[in-house]
């Protein structure tokens, strides 16, 4: 089975590497996260809360590198749940790091959202091989 998605799934790599060349890693995870969507049973209100967690994830992601900017749960108690952060050290390359904190953020919330989905294989090589 895998092996007939293979074609399919690198198509839609190629797709989605080509046309990210002018968008933002976060852009390029949201699409994957809205494909992933598409592909998944129509639960409005389970996407719901996979497009709130995404961007929350992407969102603290973002945020741990900016001085001025305040995280959403990073650090601090949102209901009953409190998150401990105290910062990390300021990489060489504040960008890359971004780009890979968000990469790894998308990638684990996407991941353990969707392994339940009718399509979770294709799901799942789709974001294996963007988060590569």
Not at 42 to 60: E, G, K, M, S, W
Not at 68 to 95: H, K, M, Q, W
Not at 102 to 118: D, E, G, M, Q, W
Request: with cysteine; aromatic share 12%.
């Amino acid at each position: 089975m895998i092996k007939k998605l293979l074609p399919a799934g690198f198509c839609l790599m190629v797709s989605l590497q080509s046309a990210s060349a002018q968008h933002s890693i976060a852009r390029q995870w949201n699409e994957a996260l809205l494909q992933s969507i598409r592909e998944d049973f129509a639960r409005p209100p389970v996407q719901a809360r996979n497009l709130f967690h995404t961007a929350v994830a992407l969102y603290d992601a973002w945020a741990a590198y900016d001085t001025t900017s305040r995280p959403y749960l990073l650090g601090n108690t949102v209901g009953n749940y409190t998150c401990p952060f105290d910062g990390i050290p300021a990489p060489a390359d504040v960008e890359a790091a971004r780009h890979e904190a968000i990469s790894y953020a998308a990638y684990r919330v996407l991941s353990a959202r969707f392994v339940n989905s009718p399509n979770w294989v294709l799901t799942i090589f789709r974001l294996q091989n963007f988060m590569a």
